[in-house]
């Protein structure tokens, strides 16, 4: 039989709403593409006071330099796999490599930074009563023999494989989300994402719509790696914002989906990143590497429902906002331009 133990008492920032209407949030892995967008959307609330901790593993301070020095920001170099003390309320846990170029680079480190980086906010959210959002991934489902996938899908995952310390890493994460849930009361929500893409997205981190977008820009040949049928679906960033602020707002745990449940091949993708910026860039099929799921699509019915949250951004609408922000990461100017 469960042990029902006590909830901890909330923080005592909670209280101070009474005297100081401030919520102090922390976003681990602030720096980088997902969770400087977050920032932007935290910040324009005027009773959010952010602190950012983040190793600048893959992200970078340019991606917040406009709040740098604001008094309601603060930005610390901070390693999760340590143990950190601050006061804070809410916690947006995002620190993690999440492109396979940069999670297999150190794959040791990565499962650190998912198990032990977790267990640390997990911590944090304990002595201090804070809710936690962990932002989970698609990946949890390996190559899913359930399409799409739904929450209560258990995944089919490589144990031992390349991708492991990635998909493994947050199947852990997520178990010691709920562990602490369970047996401490902590308070806990769960985003699992799905492909997100948009501005500040990482040049040459090899995922897909980033390197599209460059390669077109760059007047090089798109890389379809084979067999171009796989199956994504790319959700823009403001909406994937949206969609965890609703969550960390809201009275459900989780699991849940959020994603942009648009099917597209890697094929169609190139064609439609040609069409939109480069049409004269050739297509290329290129070998793929090991594991890659055939196809992947959300199923939001849990986010519609619970969360009041869909997409409204479509791919062919958001492909193209992030144009301005790769030629001039890439130093090539528009053509309107030179
Ligand atoms: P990103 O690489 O741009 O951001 C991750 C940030 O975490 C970076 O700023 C990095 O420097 C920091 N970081 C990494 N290890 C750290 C450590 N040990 N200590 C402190 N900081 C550390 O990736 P993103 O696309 O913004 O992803 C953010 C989160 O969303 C990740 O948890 C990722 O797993 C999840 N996610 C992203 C996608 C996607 O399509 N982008 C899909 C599914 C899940
Ligand atoms: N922790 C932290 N900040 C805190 C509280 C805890 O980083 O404010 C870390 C702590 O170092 C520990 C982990 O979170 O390794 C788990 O903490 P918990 O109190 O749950 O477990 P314990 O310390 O009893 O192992
Ligand atoms: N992909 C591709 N060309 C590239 C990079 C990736 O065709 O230049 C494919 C890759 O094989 C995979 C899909 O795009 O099927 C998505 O890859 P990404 O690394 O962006 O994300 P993930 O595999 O994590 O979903």
Redesign the pocket.
């Known amino acids: 039989q469960a042990v029902v133990r006590p909830r901890p008492t909330p923080s005592p920032l909670r209280f101070s709403k009474f005297f100081q209407a401030n919520m102090r949030i922390l976003v681990s892995g602030g720096a980088g593409f997902i969770g400087s967008h977050l920032v932007d959307k935290l910040m324009e609330n005027e009773k959010n006071e952010v602190i950012v901790v983040d190793n600048f593993f893959t992200g970078s301070k340019d991606n917040l330099k406009k709040w740098i020095g604001h008094p309601r920001f603060e930005l610390i170099r901070h390693d999760v796999t340590?143990?950190?003390?601050?006061e804070v309320d809410q916690i947006y846990h995002l620190a993690c490599p999440a492109s396979p170029i940069f999670y297999k680079y150190n794959p040791v480190k990565t499962i650190k930074t998912n198990v032990?980086g977790t267990?640390?906010?997990?911590?944090?959210a304990?002595?201090?009563g804070a809710r936690i959002l962990l932002t989970s991934t698609s990946e949890v489902y390996g190559d899913p023999l359930q399409h799409p996938q739904t929450e209560e899908y258990w995944g089919n995952v490589n144990p031992i494989g390349v991708r492991s310390c990635y998909d493994e890493g947050k199947r852990v994460a997520e178990t010691l989300m709920f562990d602490?849930h369970r047996q401490?009361g902590i308070e806990i929500r769960i985003a699992r994402i799905f492909n997100t893409y948009g501005p500040r997205m990482n040049i040459d981190d090899g995922r897909v719509v980033s390197n599209f977008i460059a390669q077109a820009i760059r007047g090089e040949p798109l890389t379809v790696q084979a067999p171009g049928t796989q199956t994504r679906s790319f959700c823009y960033v403001s909406d994937m914002v949206d969609g965890l602020i609703r969550l960390m707002e809201g009275e459900n745990t989780g699991p849940i989906n959020i994603g942009n449940p648009g099917e597209f091949t890697m094929m169609e993708l190139a064609e439609n990143v040609k069409e939109l910026i480069n049409p004269n860039v050739p297509v290329k099929i290129v070998e793929n590497t090991p594991d890659d799921p055939r196809q992947r699509k959300p199923d939001i019915t849990k986010a519609k429902e619970l969360l009041g949250w869909e997409p409204t951004v479509t791919l062919r609408e958001g492909l193209p906002l992030m144009e301005d922000d790769f030629r001039q990461r890439l130093g090539v100017p528009s053509k309107q331009s030179s």
């Open positions: 340590e143990t950190l003390l601050v032990i267990l640390n906010m997990l911590g944090l304990k002595r201090v602490y401490h």
